[in-house]
């Protein structure tokens, strides 16, 4: 299931945020309790001294009997914040009272007694002031309303610049860094990781990861050079053996000549094109004479230097690209010449014979001579590849009759 994106620094900010809001109210709470009792006492300090104050005169009025002055007074006490409710309850059974008689009930209540006038020890009547509560809410919550506005002015200065300093010191570079990453193929390897940060006292995390992607950058492109390397090397490799194996398909492995299927294929276009054209096509097929007395002699190495030799010497002697030199087998060649009759077939031919019978010198520095014996067949129109090769071969036998070292035609 698909998880939605949240950003790191929002996710930061939230948290800070609540945080600082906890922090806050917890503190305005703490605050308000300090507070309460604070006014509270504050509250009963000032009853005390607004009652201290009152007293000798109330008392004066009640000896005097002068109910106007006492309520009078009694309703300037009433009257001042913090106070409910104030009765005075006189021994000879009267009572004055002002303010709210409800807030009695549910209010805290301090006594005063009302001594006599000059007599201390007399008590005349007793003084209750009911103190307002709401009172104190309302200096409790007032002073709290500010201060709770000042902290909430607080918490969001704070969590403006812890979200401005995470926006551009994490969100920012992390998401650079994740479009990079998400951009990455083997192709763009070589494009380095920019951030768009300032200058820095210190390196950080997010440093880190950068250099971490630029070693990663660097050390798979080195692996992917050092692939296309050995992959070029191998391709090299494969080619040279194809080529090898091309070369082997078509070509004898000792001598560099042609072998028989290069002959059996080659040799009918080559009729083919000599019957279109008219020009004559010459087939010579040359024997090594006595070849077997080498191997005997020289042992069979030598014998495939002399084979190498006169592979070499045959081609020496004919046109590039034109003549073709096949070997048969053992130390036979049948030598292909194109556009060649009678009687440059003949001519040809013997230049062959005298190329090979010229001495050889063997890489241990002795010198071998060696002959050979040829049989030279034109192609005669309408004439089979075979019968063709047998008459060749035929004429090669009569040479070798006729005492070696010569051409029949
Ligand atoms: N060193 C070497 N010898 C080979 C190779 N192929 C065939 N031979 C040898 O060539 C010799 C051919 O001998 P023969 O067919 O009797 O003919 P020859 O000795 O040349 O006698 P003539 O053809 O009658 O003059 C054999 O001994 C084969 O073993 C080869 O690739 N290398």
Not at 96 to 122: C, H, K, M, W
Not at 173 to 184: K, N, V
Not at 238 to 257: K, Q, S, Y
Request: a negative charge; glycine letters at 8%.
């Amino acid at each position: 299931m698909p998880r939605n994106f949240r950003s790191l620094a929002h996710a930061l900010i939230r948290r800070i945020g609540l945080l600082a809001l906890g922090c806050a109210l917890l503190f305005s709470a703490l605050q308000g309790i300090w507070q309460y009792r604070s006014v509270q006492q504050q509250l009963q300090d000032s009853i005390q001294q607004l009652a201290s104050s009152n007293i000798p005169l109330l008392s004066v009025a009640l000896w005097d009997i002068e109910p106007e002055a006492a309520r009078r007074q009694l309703h300037a006490i009433a009257s001042r914040p913090g106070v409910a409710f104030v009765r005075v309850n006189v021994v000879t059974g009267q009572m004055f009272e002002a303010g709210d008689s409800t807030s009695l009930y549910n209010n805290p209540v301090q006594r005063f007694v009302i001594p006599v006038p000059g007599e201390q020890g007399r008590p005349l009547g007793e003084l209750l002031v009911v103190q307002r509560e709401a009172y104190i809410y309302q200096q409790v919550a007032s002073s709290l309303a500010g201060m709770l506005l000042g902290y909430l002015l607080l918490t969001v200065l704070i969590c403006g610049m812890v979200a401005y300093v995470l926006r551009r010191d994490l969100e920012r570079p992390m998401r650079e860094i994740a479009a990079f990453a998400g951009q990455l193929t083997p192709q763009s390897l070589t494009d380095p990781l920019r951030l768009q940060r300032g200058w820095r006292e210190a390196h950080d995390e997010i440093d880190l990861v950068a250099g971490g992607f630029v070693t990663l950058q660097n050390a798979l492109t080195e692996h992917i050079d050092s692939l296309d390397q050995q992959v070029e090397e191998r391709t090299q490799q494969l080619e040279n053996a194809l080529g090898e194996i091309r070369a082997l398909l078509t070509h004898d492995a000792l001598t560099g000549c042609y072998n028989r299927a290069f002959l059996a294929e080659r040799l009918p276009q080559e009729m083919t094109r000599a019957q279109r054209s008219g020009q004559p096509l010459t087939l010579v097929f040359c024997d090594i004479d006595h070849f077997k007395r080498i191997n005997d002699e020289y042992g069979h190495l030598i014998g495939d230097e002399v084979l190498c030799a006169a592979a070499g010497r045959l081609r020496s002697q004919l046109r590039t690209d034109v003549d073709w030199v096949v070997r048969f087998g053992g130390e036979e060649f049948v030598i292909v010449l194109p556009d060649i009759g009678p009687p440059d077939a003949q001519l040809v031919a013997e230049r062959l014979r005298e190329a090979i019978a010229t001495s050889l010198p063997l890489q241990d520095g002795r010198l071998l001579q060696i002959t050979a014996s040829l049989g030279v067949a034109v192609w005669q129109p309408g004439e089979g590849m075979e019968p063709w090769l047998k008459r060749a071969d035929a004429l090669l036998y009569r040479a070798k009759l006729a005492g070696r070292n010569r051409v029949e035609a």
